[in-house]
C-alpha cells in the first residue's frame, strides 16, 4: 500500500515539473533546447535545420547555424524558464514557450527573422514574422526555404 502512494505521489510530483522546466540550457539547434536532460521544442516556432544553407548579399551563409549561435547569445548562460505541456512531439520533445528574464524566446526568434512563424501548430508570432520580414531582418534579408519545406526535400 506505502509503494502505491509512493508511486502515484512520484508521478503527480512529475507532472507538475513538466508544466515548467527550468536552469541552464544546451542549445540544441534554434527552436530546440535541453535543460536537465529535457528537451524543450518552441512550440509555434520553425527554424532552419543545422545543415541548411540561405542566402545574403549574393553569398550562402549556414542559416541553422546563425540561428542557434544568436538563441545561444540571447540566453548568454542565462536561467530559461519554459512553460510547457505535458504532450511529448515525434521525437519525445516537450513542447513550451521559453523565456529568459521576461524575454519570450520563441517571440524573440521570430521577431528577429531566426525563426518563421509555425502556422501548422500556431498562429501566436505571425504578426512577429511580418515585422520581421517588413524589416528584412535575419532570414528576410536574403532567400531561404521555409524550414519545413526543407525538411521534406532534404
Given at each position: 500500500?506505502k509503494l502505491?502512494?509512493?508511486?502515484?505521489?512520484?508521478?503527480?510530483?512529475?507532472?507538475?515539473?513538466a508544466?515548467?522546466?527550468?536552469g541552464?540550457?544546451?542549445i540544441t539547434?534554434?527552436?530546440?533546447?535541453?535543460?536537465?536532460?529535457?528537451?524543450?521544442?518552441f512550440?509555434?516556432?520553425?527554424t532552419p535545420?543545422?545543415?541548411?544553407?540561405?542566402?545574403?548579399?549574393?553569398?550562402?551563409?549556414?542559416?541553422?547555424?546563425?540561428?542557434?549561435d544568436a538563441?545561444?547569445?540571447?540566453?548568454?548562460?542565462?536561467?530559461?524558464?519554459?512553460?510547457v505541456n505535458?504532450?511529448?512531439?515525434?521525437?519525445?520533445?516537450?513542447?513550451?514557450?521559453?523565456?529568459?528574464?521576461e524575454?519570450n524566446?520563441n517571440?524573440?526568434m521570430?521577431?528577429?527573422?531566426?525563426?518563421?512563424a509555425?502556422?501548422?501548430?500556431?498562429?501566436?508570432?505571425?504578426?512577429?514574422?511580418?515585422?520581421?520580414k517588413?524589416?528584412?531582418?535575419?532570414?528576410?534579408a536574403?532567400n531561404?526555404?521555409?524550414?519545413?519545406?526543407?525538411?521534406?526535400?532534404n
Amino acid at each position: 500500500m506505502k509503494l502505491i502512494f509512493i508511486l502515484i505521489l512520484s508521478f503527480f510530483s512529475f507532472k507538475a515539473v513538466a508544466e515548467e522546466i527550468s536552469g541552464i540550457p544546451t542549445i540544441t539547434d534554434g527552436d530546440t533546447i535541453k535543460i536537465v536532460n529535457q528537451r524543450i521544442r518552441f512550440h509555434g516556432i520553425d527554424t532552419p535545420e543545422k545543415q541548411q544553407i540561405c542566402t545574403k548579399n549574393f553569398r550562402e551563409y549556414n542559416c541553422g547555424k546563425e540561428a542557434a549561435d544568436a538563441l545561444a547569445r540571447k540566453i548568454n548562460g542565462k536561467q530559461v524558464v519554459c512553460k510547457v505541456n505535458d504532450k511529448l512531439d515525434r521525437y519525445n520533445r516537450y513542447i513550451g514557450v521559453c523565456f529568459v528574464e521576461e524575454i519570450n524566446l520563441n517571440k524573440w526568434m521570430v521577431r528577429n527573422g531566426y525563426a518563421v512563424a509555425y502556422r501548422k501548430y500556431s498562429k501566436n508570432y505571425i504578426q512577429d514574422e511580418y515585422y520581421a520580414k517588413k524589416n528584412k531582418l535575419g532570414l528576410w534579408a536574403g532567400n531561404f526555404i521555409h524550414p519545413e519545406k526543407w525538411r521534406k526535400l532534404n
